[in-house]
């Protein structure tokens, strides 16, 4: 353990979580949904090709979220070389011209983009609880919708000036390039005790677990639209000044709701939110199957994007809560039920193709599964996450 004189402040926790974070989610994960419907112009890749790739990814990420489980890297360094891996996978995107090497490297860059999720979420949330300043953790998952709203900018820009998937993916890496570098030095001290400490038998908690298969039934249910918005966008407008517009939104919603959710909520136990959040993705989820237009495409992007980092900060949260601060493998457990749900999602898209009704099907079935995610959080949570106090349970 470090002495506290090495210890980062909350204020270093915050930013470099940040900006960890932008780079390992909104360039390692969800780079390829604005790039997308450039690689479908310009190298002719087919929309169940897109799941594809979008599935590699998925894998990748529940690869890292095992290996984390595994071997419990110390976050520090999950943090330092996921930052390197996402930056030079997404730079060898724009290099290549083969549909199987865009697969590996998609592959790696999620498993890249797991270790610095789990790494940043072992890392930073103790330090600000331990500062007083657990408020913050808003600033810190907000890096997610910041990076996804940069990505969405870049995919606008390039669509509009015609910059080519190839030149879009190498401006992407640079970026990740360049965040990567500087955050190295903040990260040479942690200070946090990690899983090292405990030993690997030790049985994770019930409520993990169903916390686990809660995020499972989450990460089904949110990627359908995270992965296809953009391509589903594209196909109703014709102008990219107009359907690009959507990812940048959907950015613009997940930052700001993490910093709103954490500033409001601050008193509302961790489930009891995930809940709340989680109906109101329902709602964006459905609401371009049920009407196919811009006003539905805009809901959905705010739905879904306002709420599906909400969501895991407060799963995070209540691992932690459950777990304490040497809780990363329940992070790790998380994570990978998460990966697992992501998988299905866009497969469920590729098997329902040649219907014509792929992502009309797929929505449904993806609502079902988090309406039966947050019956099960109601029914196995504590009495105050169902909105009762313990005194009024009793009578």
Known sequence: MTSPSTKPSAAVAATVGLLALASAMGIGRFSLTPILPLMQHDRGLTFAAGAWLATGNYLGYLVGALACMAFAPRPVSAIRWGLIGVAVFTVAM?????????????????????????????????????????????????????????????????????????????????????LALPLWRP????????????????????????????????????IIPATFLPALARGYIDDPAVFGWVWPVFGAAAALSTIAA?????????????????????????????????????????????????ITMAGIKEVLRVGGPKASRGIGMMTAAFSVGQIAGPLTVSAFAGSGNAFTVASVIAALALVVGNVVLWASGPRQDRGMSPEVAKN
């Open 262 to 310: 954490a500033r409001f909520g601050q008193g509302l136990p961790p489930a009891r939110l995930w809940m709340g959040a989680q109906w109101v993705l329902v709602a964006g989820l459905l609401a371009p199957v049920i009407s196919l237009n811009l006003a539905t495409l805009l809901i959905a992007a705010i739905g879904v994007g306002g709420t599906f980092m909400v």
């Open 187 to 222: 990260l040479a001290s942690d200070g946090v005790v990690t899983d090292r400490t405990e030993p690997k038998a030790q049985a994770m908690p019930r409520r993990t677990l169903v916390v686990a298969a809660c995020y499972g039934l989450f990460g089904y249910g949110y």
């Open 94 to 178: 724009g290099l290549s011209h083969s549909p199987l090497l865009w697969l590996a490297l998609r592959f790696f860059a999620g498993a890249a983009s797991a270790l610095v999720l789990v790494g940043v979420s072992a890392w930073a949330m103790p330090i600000l609880a331990r500062s007083g300043k657990e408020r913050w953790s808003g600033w810190v998952f907000a890096g997610v919708g910041i990076g996804i709203a940069f990505a969405g900018l870049v995919g606008l820009a390039a669509g509009l000036d015609a910059w080519g998937s190839g030149a879009t993916w190498i401006v992407m890496g640079a970026v990740a390039v360049a």
